[in-house]
């Protein structure tokens, strides 16, 4: 099959493209590589030295005597997008290509608006190039659980069936994002539904959860491969963060109580879980949604996991309960539902010990990569 | 008190802003007239001569020695918007200033993404300027009926709350919008209520219905203060359009049966609506949502209303049941609660034969200036 992956050389795109292309897919990956510019803006780097994109292609063809095609510019530029479609004729297009921080988008003004500006309209666009070039084309559109917000019910897959004085109907799960991000997620996927209702498209929206690990087999082939794993207080995400704070000797920086709960996965089944959706297309029309995640934490707990495995490799890890510079509830239901992909054939990666050593040792392996400036939240929801 | 009407040279802008202006509040018109230019583009013209927004602001001062104040502008570009607020200094602001046609924004994709970007990032303009600026501004943003859709259970005021699973909770209402326009009030009111909860802001969503008539007390004061009137196959909306096909002797086009039910209003409560809104304004931190329409009808209900009433003038109207262009449910159930606006105080004025008649001799006396080039649709949801 042919797959373009949008955003392919990001920390989940980039995983994605070198997995597809090992089993057997045809890849091209199109990537405006404006993260890496984004990082440079911020100030700061990922934890691994990554290559630039043109020789981990290399490299990866030397190692594989496969060859991934490669479209660098923006899907907000329609022309380019268009073009670069009609060039490699997808049957499937992952669109991991958007502004995917949180804190990013709450910057201030300018961020909120790059953010929704960039990941709306370049969705947009995608919608409009598939409708035109290639509706029968399946679109795999990376969302998060960030979606659903907390809820005091539980969260289903996309969808809830109401009833409501006497009558009843499935509509679409009500959401209350948490970030100009979130929001933007939100945006794109009443764009998408949209357009497989009046345009029969067909389309998965995975919602996914907060990806942790670092290495897949393929990204784990070669030093040139290597895959990026933020630390900073932008980009980083929670139980990577922790490994790496651990490892340098920081305080875990956990958020409030850390009651927060949230769904997660390893790197290794983002992977999977799109190769999975790949291999059954949404039917014409459809706008299917999976939850993806296989587990439900809270930070709290993440924190004392990293503890506990640091203990063990000889780390003393503290754990530092800031202030919360977000805007979200600290204790909570949560209870989100995830059948649709176990379904599909998922067999999880679930959160082990070992798995908690191999990115502490890691972290250690890299550790004079980091930059302490950037350990601590900057960005407030409040300011 | 000091109102800004953002949008305030439109149809419902322009009535607005006269209505505020000549009830005691002090109204200041930002406006960045883009909709004349959309009109020139599409070339179409309003079937009413509306004057220059200078001219129509200076008769005003003649008639009734008030000021209003003006800002010539557009609220995507940031600095403009927070140097207009700071020198008008609102207590509330009137929000009317998006692209608001369905039709529009299905063009093409270049319309669909005007219509968000424009739309979308103002609104986002908005909401910060109110935060940095004047955190205790009650925003008033119109949204539409048309964000809900067409569910087969009852359209609550924003909110609904659904028991799920043994648990309860009060979530914002599922929205399923029928057009890019539409959708872009969708990721309106998301952004609006996350500002509302993170930052306190105090926030007025109005799902408006459909909007009829032409003449408020003010507008009516003087040729040069006349409204808009819109009968083409864009801008034009189903009663408004029905009369002026009526009066040139034009079939009445009904897409499709004719069976979609929508919620309506006259014009005259649009303006008592936004009025009554003011006066009692959001609390802090709340997103209140109130479903602003009086009656609901189908389609087909009105056309028949038109033609009886067109009988009594002497005019033999037919009605054309064309293929629908929209992707749209013909039968449906459509319940739509309203009466938030009415605890406020609001007294309906109910569609009568005499605002049929008032509206189909008002078509008449101007149908000279009909393009019959623009009755029928071009714009096809499918297209």
Redesign the interface.
């Known amino acids: 099959m042919k797959v373009l992956v949008i955003g392919g050389d990001g920390y989940c795109g980039w995983a994605t493209a070198l997995y597809l292309a090992n089993h057997g897919h045809e890849v091209a990956i199109l990537d405006s590589l404006v993260r890496r510019h984004w990082d440079a803006q911020l100030c700061v780097e990922t934890l691994t030295p990554i290559a630039p994109i043109q020789y981990r292609l290399r490299r990866w063809r030397d190692l594989t005597g496969k060859d991934i095609g490669l479209y660098v510019g923006d899907i907000c530029n329609?022309e380019f997008l268009e073009r670069s479609m009609l060039d490699f004729q997808p049957q499937s297009v992952v669109h991991f290509g958007e502004q995917r921080s949180a804190p990013f988008s709450m910057i201030d003004?300018e961020h909120?608006?790059l953010t929704?500006?960039n990941n709306?309209?370049g969705n947009?666009?995608l919608l409009?190039a598939i409708h035109?070039h290639f509706p029968d084309c399946h679109l795999v559109k990376l969302g998060t659980m960030g979606e659903y917000g907390t809820?005091?019910?539980?969260i289903e897959e996309g969808y809830?069936t109401?009833?409501?004085?006497g009558?009843?109907?499935t509509?679409?799960?009500?959401?209350?994002?948490?970030?100009?991000y979130h929001?933007s997620k939100?945006?794109d996927s009443?764009?998408i539904?949209?357009a497989c209702?009046?345009?029969g498209l067909r389309a998965t929206d995975l919602n996914q959860g907060v990806v942790y690990g670092v290495l897949t087999e393929e990204t784990g082939m070669d030093e040139l491969l290597i895959n990026r794993l933020d630390y900073d207080g932008v980009f980083g995400t929670a139980l990577n963060r922790f490994c790496i704070q651990a490892a340098i000797g920081h305080p875990l920086t956990v958020y409030g109580t850390g009651g927060q709960t949230r769904g997660f996965l390893d790197i290794r089944d983002t992977v999977r879980c799109i190769e999975l959706a790949i291999a059954e297309p949404a039917k014409q029309g459809e706008f299917r949604v999976l939850n993806q995640f296989t587990e439900q934490f809270s930070v709290a707990e993440l924190a004392l996991k990293v503890q506990e495995a640091g203990k063990d490799l000889g780390l003393k890890v503290e754990i530092n309960n800031l202030e919360n510079p977000r805007?979200e509830l600290e204790e909570h239901?949560f209870n989100a539902k995830n059948t649709k992909l176990l379904d599909l054939g998922l067999q999880p990666h679930y959160l082990s010990d070992s798995l908690i050593d191999s990115l502490l040792n890691f972290a250690i392996k890299y550790k004079d990569r980091v930059d302490q400036e950037h350990i601590l939240p900057k960005v407030k929801?409040?300011a």
Do not use: C, M, T
């Open positions: 329609y003004r909120a608006v929704q500006q709306v309209i947009l666009n409009y035109e809820p005091n019910i539980d809830i109401i009833e409501h004085n009558r009843k109907d509509l679409p799960y009500p959401k209350q994002p948490g970030s100009y929001l939100v945006h009443h764009n539904h949209f209702r009046i345009w805007v239901y929801w409040r």
